[in-house]
């Protein structure tokens, strides 16, 4: 891993891989994306539970629960150690079964993540060596590629930016975001972004926006209500988002709101761009869940009440957009119509 020049480089301060989610004997380190950037304050959880937890309680977003899930692993054999071979391989794959369901609608997602470093952490268990290192060296191994697949992403996503554009964001892309805006900065493209806040968390707000300021880019933040007129005042040329599931018919399902601002820019006539890979895990729609969470996180606003008491929220985490709104599937094999997933080789 040292002997190459990481994936993350040039990325902002948020994507750099131990301001994510890192593993330190005794402790998975994830930084907290609830306060960022107001505050720069880690979560420590001393325990595979604790990680998982973190998880639920939205520590960390995006893609952060995936490389925090194969911290945790590693965490997890560390705390089995001494016990009896059975008894280890037992464990981990109950710890696996924690993280990997510390959120509904992503559990197919997670069990890919959690895979390697579990796999990592057995062989390493069957040859005598050390689980923990095993399991967090596949991490980061499985952290590093995936960065580098996105490079192709991030080229293929800004190609279709025009020369001092405007893109309008949602919620946090992760890794999409640093390596969209870090193909602009190497083609010259002095790109300006538009991020909805995205409530109640606001992602947009306080990741997207400090990413895009953090990599020397002009940003501007709006709010939910605001997409639709924006779109047409601002001359917004592309909207793009990543997903937290692409199924195989083509619906995009990512934080709620993108499909209301899929519809705008369908309305205007600006293509919309997702980011991801279709999940053979999802063959259609039907077999998605969609996450409910805390219907008082949406009454409130960075943890203030702003209703009578008696009024009741509700607060879906992901919404769902339907093919026909999606201009095409940004991967890294290509661009691929929401019509055509099949044609993706998982086998590259």
């Not at 940003?219 to 988002?241: A, E, L, Q, R």
């Not at 769902?320 to 691929?336: A, E, K, N």
């Amino acid at each position: 891993m040292e002997e190459k020049e990481r994936a993350d480089r040039g990325l902002a301060f948020l994507l750099r891989y131990e301001n994510v989610a890192w593993y330190e004997p005794g402790q998975v380190r994830i930084l907290d994306r609830r306060v960022y950037p107001m505050e720069t304050r880690f979560v420590v959880c001393n325990r595979h539970e604790e990680v998982a937890q973190a998880i639920a309680d939205m520590v960390t977003q995006s893609f952060g629960p995936y490389q925090a899930a194969g911290m945790g692993l590693a965490l997890a054999a560390e705390e089995c150690r001494g016990m009896g071979e059975e008894e280890q391989r037992a464990y981990l794959k109950a710890a696996a079964y924690t993280l990997t369901h510390a959120r509904p609608t992503t559990v197919k997602a997670m069990e890919a993540a959690v895979a390697g470093p579990l796999e990592a952490a057995l062989t390493a268990l069957e040859r005598g060596k050390d689980t923990a290192q095993a399991a967090f060296d596949q991490a980061v191994c499985e952290v590093d590629s995936l960065y580098r697949r996105y490079i192709r992403v991030g080229e293929l996503l800004a190609s279709k930016f025009p020369k001092g554009g405007t893109v309008m964001t949602q919620c946090y892309a992760e890794i999409y975001v640093g390596m969209m805006l870090r193909a602009c900065r190497e083609a010259g493209n002095d790109v300006k972004v538009i991020c909805p806040e995205t409530r109640p968390y606001y992602q947009g707000a306080r990741l997207t926006a400090s990413c895009v300021k953090d990599m020397g880019f002009d940003v501007t933040v709006i709010t939910d209500n605001m997409p639709g007129y924006v779109m047409k005042k601002k001359g917004v040329d592309v909207f793009t988002s990543a997903a937290d599931v692409i199924t195989m018919d083509g619906y995009i399902v990512n934080k709620i709101g993108t499909f209301q601002i899929a519809l705008c820019a369908h309305h205007w006539g600006i293509p919309y761009l997702v980011t991801g890979r279709p999940d053979r895990g999802h063959p259609t729609i039907d077999t998605v869940t969609i996450e409910e969470r805390d219907p008082n996180l949406a009454v409130e606003s960075l943890g203030q009440r702003l209703v009578m008491e008696g009024v009741k929220g509700y607060y879906p985490a992901f919404d769902i957009t339907p093919p026909h709104l999606c201009s095409g599937v940004v991967t890294d094999q290509g661009i691929l119509s929401p019509f055509d997933l099949c044609s993706y080789d998982w086998n590259k």
